[in-house]
């Protein structure tokens, strides 16, 4: 049973607005989780993008803070990521995870234990 | 900014014990989390908190934090355990990766 699907287009123009949505099953996006974003470019590392509470209180990698923008709907149990004006260093496989803890704990107690499987997204005229 | 700092590679022989490190200014001070993240796969959660680990982990996986340095030791490695490792904190509400370590068991 999937419980994080990550959906969107896989092709991205240069300059243009990346959108992905990541829908939750199983699970309440109203419970006490943080949910996050994470990517990888091809042969790389991770880079967490951002996170965001379902209160709306949102967390942002400061490199990327001007261009990104993160959020919830409860209503679908879904939350979302914009990148804006990309480029073809934004090519890379784009993860939705969950930020577990003990009920309370503030992000940085957090850790993540539930990943999508990934999208790839490219960057390419 | 903080940065995590990991050697690039780590080979084992099987059944021996590999250990991984993971460095940061004042690391200690916060919880360090480690991933492994097998080819084509999706990260998977190996230790929390430090040393905790999740259900379904096997024991061979341990964890510590002191001073500047996480550490990530398998004990017993299995060929099975081949893969990246990647240790990630907080810093100031920023998500911290390391570079992350392709260990090899050969």
């Known amino acids: 049973q999937v419980q994080l699907q990550e959906s969107g287009p896989g092709l991205v123009k240069p300059s243009e607005t990346l959108s992905l949505i990541c829908t939750v099953s199983v699970y309440s996006i109203r419970s006490d989780y943080y949910w996050g974003w994470i990517r990888q470019p091809p042969g790389k590392g991770l880079e967490w993008i951002a996170s965001?509470?379902?209160?709306?209180?949102?967390y942002y990698n400061p490199s990327l803070k001007s261009r990104v923008t993160v959020s919830v709907d409860t209503s679908k149990n879904q939350f979302s990521l914009k990148l804006s004006s990309v480029t073809a260093a934004d090519t890379a496989v784009y993860y939705c995870?969950?930020?577990?803890?003990?009920?309370?704990?503030?992000?940085?107690?957090?850790?993540?234990?539930?990943w999508g499987r990934g999208t790839l997204v490219t960057v390419s005229s | 900014s903080y940065d995590l700092t990991q050697p690039p590679s780590v080979s084992v022989s099987p059944g021996q014990t590999a250990t991984i490190t993971c460095s940061g200014h004042k690391l200690g001070d916060k919880y360090a989390c480690w991933y492994q993240q097998k080819p084509g796969q999706s990260p998977v959660l190996v230790i929390y908190q430090d040393t905790k680990r999740p259900s379904g982990i096997p024991e061979r996986f341990s964890g510590s934090n002191s001073g500047n340095t996480a550490t990530l030791t398998i004990s017993g490695t299995q060929a099975m355990d081949e893969a990246d490792y990647y240790c990630q904190a907080w810093d100031n509400s920023t998500g911290i990766f390391g570079g992350g370590t392709k260990l090899t068991v050969l």
């Open positions: 995870a969950r930020s577990n803890g003990v009920y309370g704990d503030q992000i940085s107690d957090r850790y993540f234990d539930l």
């Open positions: 965001v509470y379902h209160s709306g209180s949102t």
